[in-house]
């Protein structure tokens, strides 16, 4: 898979953007601030429709579209080849009146080949993978941080993931609501009925995938992590659900968690769904009280360590960023795994974190894949074999021009 053309309308810096994309390397330098990382992020977004840097999708409209023009659009239009086939994905950010009050609402929307989609329909069309330094919080970060990292792996995989994503959060937050009001009003439990099968069908597949993906994460991670240290670490990942979905059903005390995937990838989606259906049941008076669910994928940990230390807690930054790195390889082996298609890389001022080993081995993965991206501040991080082998282009206040 590769990205044969990437155009930009009033996008974060640029009010208009047009470039032409060979299939291998091309490698973005320049200043801080002047559009490098922006051009990933919008390569990214075709991938995950969310940002990987902004709180907010507002923020990524221009800045200089004039306030009084009602509504403003920003657009991002991707071509690419997968498989032989070529594709259009456009993605537009619109920003309109919402009455006649003054305030404004904002949507974004997506077509692919011309044809509106919805976004759950499109997540694996276009697949990227980004190294960013900030990613590291996925082990300093909270739980949501790693439980994002391993939603956006997914959505990108399995299908029908973001479906199920998206459906568990709208069936979490309408129980939550009448979990508030039984609290504050009363009245039968089994009005939660409807809203935990919902939860419970959705959340086993969302357990499901997670369980699978990780399985195979470990060992692909595993693999690069030892060829980074040299055999000295041993990269384990540990899933914490917030309840143990190895429970049986014979009324055995159930575990306080799965701490070894293998033993969790034997059980099936049902299996789940049964478990978790139980689970909600034998809380509802500890939620009722709560005003909120406290068991299911939405409470679900993931740790990282390294020789049996934690990473999150314990771990120095060398031991992180290798980690990252280990994790970056896997998955896009992984991708290529369950797609077929080798993913488009994105190396967003990586290479300043790295000592020569890790530069050298990062730069090796960029032999693999078809297509990569990658910014620097400071060519000279790079060895001039590499810098005469790929292209070169300089990016200065939002202009792109391609170096010889």
Same mark, same amino acid.
């Given at each position: 898979?590769?990205?044969?053309?990437?155009?930009?309308?009033?996008?974060?810096?640029?009010?208009?953007?047009?470039?032409? %994309?060979?299939?291998?390397?091309?490698? %973005?330098?320049?200043?801080?601030?002047?559009?490098?990382?922006?051009?990933?992020?919008?390569?990214?977004?075709?991938?995950?429709?969310?940002?990987?840097?902004?709180?907010?999708?507002?923020?990524?409209?221009?800045?200089?579209?004039?306030?009084?023009?009602?509504?403003?659009?920003?657009?991002?239009?991707?071509?690419?080849?997968?498989?032989g086939?070529?594709?259009?994905?456009?993605?537009?950010?619109?920003?309109?009146?919402?009455?006649?009050? &003054? !305030?404004?609402?904002f949507?974004?929307?997506?077509?692919? $080949?011309?044809? $509106?989609?919805?976004?759950?329909?499109?997540?694996?069309?276009? $697949?990227?993978?980004?190294?960013?330094?900030?990613?590291?919080?996925?082990?300093?970060?909270?739980? !949501?941080?790693?439980?994002?990292?391993?939603?956006e792996?997914?959505?990108?995989?399995?299908?029908?993931?973001?479906?199920?994503?998206?459906?568990?959060?709208?069936a979490?937050?309408?129980?939550?609501?009448?979990?508030?009001?039984?609290?504050?009003?009363?009245?039968?439990?089994?009005?939660?009925?409807?809203?935990?099968?919902?939860?419970?069908?959705?959340?086993?597949?969302?357990?499901? &995938?997670?369980i699978?993906?990780?399985?195979?994460?470990?060992?692909?991670?595993?693999?690069?992590?030892?060829?980074?240290?040299q055999?000295?670490?041993?990269?384990?990942?540990?899933?914490?659900?917030?309840?143990?979905?190895?429970?049986?059903?014979?009324?055995?005390?159930?575990?306080?968690?799965?701490?070894?995937?293998?033993?969790?990838?034997?059980?099936?989606?049902?299996?789940?769904?049964?478990?978790?259906?139980?689970?909600?049941? /034998?809380?509802?008076?500890?939620?009722?009280?709560?005003?909120?669910?406290?068991?299911?994928?939405?409470?679900?940990?993931?740790? %990282?360590?390294?020789?049996?230390?934690?990473?999150?807690?314990?771990?120095?930054?060398?031991?992180?960023?290798?980690?990252?790195?280990?994790?970056?390889?896997?998955?896009?082996d992984?991708?290529?795994?369950?797609?077929?298609?080798?993913?488009?890389?994105?190396?967003?001022?990586?290479?300043?974190?790295?000592?020569?080993?890790?530069?050298?081995?990062?730069?090796?993965?960029?032999?693999?894949?078809?297509?990569?991206?990658?910014?620097?501040?400071?060519?000279e991080?790079f060895?001039?074999? %590499?810098l005469? /082998?790929?292209?070169?282009?300089?990016? /200065?206040?939002?202009?792109?021009?391609?170096?010889?």
């Amino acid at each position: 898979m590769h990205l044969t053309r990437l155009s930009l309308t009033n996008f974060r810096i640029f009010s208009r953007l047009e470039l032409d %994309f060979p299939r291998r390397v091309i490698l %973005f330098h320049g200043a801080n601030a002047q559009g490098k990382t922006t051009i990933l992020e919008a390569v990214s977004f075709m991938a995950l429709f969310t940002s990987f840097s902004a709180s907010s999708d507002r923020q990524l409209l221009n800045f200089n579209l004039p306030e009084a023009e009602p509504i403003k659009v920003g657009r991002i239009v991707g071509e690419f080849e997968r498989g032989g086939r070529k594709n259009t994905l456009e993605v537009r950010l619109i920003q309109e009146p919402n009455g006649g009050n &003054g !305030s404004t609402r904002f949507r974004k929307e997506a077509l692919l $080949n011309g044809v $509106n989609r919805r976004f759950s329909e499109l997540y694996g069309q276009f $697949n990227a993978v980004s190294f960013l330094p900030q990613m590291a919080k996925i082990f300093e970060g909270g739980p !949501s941080d790693r439980r994002r990292y391993l939603d956006e792996i997914l959505c990108q995989i399995e299908p029908g993931y973001s479906k199920h994503l998206l459906r568990y959060n709208q069936a979490m937050t309408r129980r939550n609501a009448l979990l508030k009001r039984l609290g504050e009003f009363g009245g039968p439990p089994d009005q939660l009925d409807y809203w935990d099968g919902m939860l419970a069908e959705h959340g086993a597949h969302l357990m499901r &995938g997670r369980i699978s993906v990780l399985t195979q994460l470990e060992e692909l991670a595993r693999q690069s992590h030892e060829q980074l240290t040299q055999g000295g670490e041993i990269l384990r990942l540990e899933y914490q659900p917030s309840f143990d979905p190895t429970r049986v059903l014979s009324g055995q005390i159930a575990l306080p968690g799965v701490q070894r995937l293998a033993e969790a990838s034997a059980i099936g989606t049902k299996e789940i769904e049964t478990c978790f259906l139980i689970e909600l049941i /034998q809380h509802r008076k500890d939620d009722i009280m709560r005003g909120s669910t406290s068991s299911g994928p939405h409470r679900d940990e993931l740790r %990282f360590l390294a020789n049996q230390v934690d990473l999150g807690d314990y771990g120095s930054r060398g031991q992180m960023r290798t980690a990252l790195l280990s994790l970056k390889f896997a998955e896009v082996d992984l991708m290529k795994q369950r797609s077929g298609e080798w993913p488009v890389l994105l190396l967003d001022e990586v290479m300043a974190e790295l000592d020569p080993v890790r530069r050298a081995a990062l730069l090796g993965l960029l032999d693999k894949v078809e297509q990569a991206f990658v910014t620097t501040t400071d060519l000279e991080m790079f060895e001039p074999g %590499f810098l005469a /082998q790929h292209e070169v282009w300089k990016v /200065q206040r939002g202009v792109v021009t391609k170096e010889t």
